[in-house]
């Protein structure tokens, strides 16, 4: 694997690839690589003839009180890790490199609607750094595909919809979120677990599990089903195992309005804090 930082030195590969006939994926990341990003570029292997892949921790999706100088780098780890997983080209640019006026003076990205809520919510402008940085991204690799992990659902959602509005020519790859055994998605949020916390850290996906079942046996027996009471319930679960529920909403699955009882493509989102980490999760439940 060939690692480079310059856009000039990642523009001259992908020219290189496509003079060849080649097909191209990209795996944007932020680094400190676990089993999800892997399965990300597992995927990437289906569709493209070359993956490049990218470890850029972006400012731009921080909020003034989230501390991106603690976030963790493992540079070297995530080299051996894309390299065993058989990636072509991992670029590697500094904030100067994607942001060179500063962020201040940057133009972005705004995906109104499905980027107000539920996160959107509680990380105000982490939706439009993300897109900001997705599209800058997009438009420096230019790939025919790009793998986003199913766990970060609302921003598959965002990056679909931005791709849509924006007549990208790249077809979005959503990819199944990679668990533990507990149930616990992967995540690089789960390295600020205490052992105690990520003993209980599963009642997140646990929960939302029960209320996809009371959403299924509801449809079964009635067309009347009960989302927000139902949620309160789970929430309450959540909360009474030492978690604390940021949000859980029961919504459509593409759109992320909340769910009406003539929807069967649905999709339960939820945020809880587990100590100083904040996990997300999600379950998505086909009345069909
Ligand atoms: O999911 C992430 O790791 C980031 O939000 C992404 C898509 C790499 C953009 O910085």
Redesign the pocket.
Known sequence: MKTVSQISELRAQVKAWRQQGLTVAFV???GNLHAGHISLVDEAHKHADKIVA?I?I?PM?FGINEDIDNYPRTMVDDQQKLTVAGTDLLFTPTPDIIYPKGLAKQSFVEVPNISDGYCGESRPGHFR??AT??CK?FNLVQPDVAC??LK?YQ?VQV?QTMVEDLSLPITIIPVATTREESGLALSSRNGYLTAEEKAIAPVLQQNLQWLAEQISIGFAQSDSIDFIGLSKQAAKAINDSGLHTDYLHVCHAQTLQPASEDDTQLVILAAAHCGKARLIDNLQVDLT
């Open positions: 944007p990341t932020m990218s850029f972006n999706q750094g993300v940085v997705v991204l986003f992990g970060d921003q990056i």
